[in-house]
Nanobody, 124 residues
Framework: QVQLVESGGGLVQAGGSLRLSCAASGDTFSRYAMGWVRQAPGKEREFVAAISWNGGSIYYTNSVKGRFSISRDNAENTVYLQMNSLTPEDTAVYYC?????????????????WGQGTQVTVSS
């Protein structure tokens, strides 16, 4: 099974940018579809972005389209989430998730493996 560790969160002003990273270990990274999910205080977890094993298929939730970009480097066993034009509504704990399947996974309960999360706080 794969282990996931997120990094790159922090405090940023509205309009700023952050790049999250998720390092995978324990299995062949290229077997896994990867995704980013977030959970804001008092809210349920929300799908953000997903990428297929080779990066050929990518999907975003509507609220981040044009601002966020998901990518992966299979040689480095890492998936990234570049977040631009951040707003206070993007404040959340961001989780990396994985499933050993072809295609993209956009349903939260279809992911099998989760990281511990990294906090992103956007101040107004």
């Amino acid at each position: 099974q794969v282990q996931l560790v997120e990094s790159g969160g922090g405090l940023v002003q509205a309009g700023g940018s952050l790049r999250l990273s998720c390092a995978a270990s324990g299995d062949t990274f290229s077997r896994y579809a990867m995704g980013w999910v977030r959970q804001a205080p008092g809210k349920e977890r929300e799908f953000v972005a997903a990428i297929s094993w080779n990066g050929g298929s990518i999907y975003y939730t509507n609220s981040v389209k044009g601002r966020f970009s998901i990518s992966r480097d299979n040689a480095e066993n890492t998936v990234y989430l570049q977040m631009n034009s951040l707003t206070p509504e993007d404040t959340a704990v961001y989780y990396c998730a994985a499933r050993a399947v072809a295609g993209v996974v956009i349903t939260l309960n279809e992911y099998h493996y989760w990281g511990q999360g990294t906090q992103v706080t956007v101040s107004s």
